[in-house]
């Protein structure tokens, strides 16, 4: 069985920064891509970050680019985003997802490309 877990979150202030980290560990299983969605109360979940195992290719929304680095934390094992420059509108339950499938370009922005979920981490920027 697959486990992700995040941690990290909580309350920050406008213009704060928050670190998130997420492990994924389970039987045989590899990670191929790692990904981070957010949900707003309300809301729909939406992408935020990506990226695949060997580190080179990662994504971003447009709305958090420049702002949001996802990167792999080879020693701890675990994958990290490191958020700056928060925004009231980035208050959200951030998720980390995890798949062993091989996904194309245009899968990785995709919820429903991943098979492992965390539970989420709330992230709250205050004005």
């Known amino acids: 069985q697959v486990q992700v877990i995040e941690s990290g979150g909580g309350l920050v202030q406008v213009g704060g920064s928050l670190r998130l980290s997420c492990a994924a560990s389970?039987?045989?299983?590899?990670?191929?891509?790692m990904g981070w969605f957010r949900q707003a109360p309300g809301k729909e979940r939406e992408f935020v970050a990506a990226?695949?195992?060997?580190?080179?290719?990662?994504y971003y929304a447009d709305s958090v680019k420049g702002r949001f680095t996802v990167s792999r934390d080879s020693v701890k094992n675990t994958v990290n985003l490191q958020m700056n420059t928060l925004k009231p509108e980035d208050t959200a339950v951030y998720y980390c997802a995890a798949t062993s499938s091989r996904l194309i370009t245009s899968s990785m922005r995709i919820a429903r490309s991943y098979d492992y979920w965390g539970q989420g981490t709330q992230v709250t920027v205050s004005s």
């Open positions: 990226f695949r195992r060997n580190g080179a290719d990662t």
């Open positions: 389970g039987r045989a299983f590899t990670a191929y891509a």
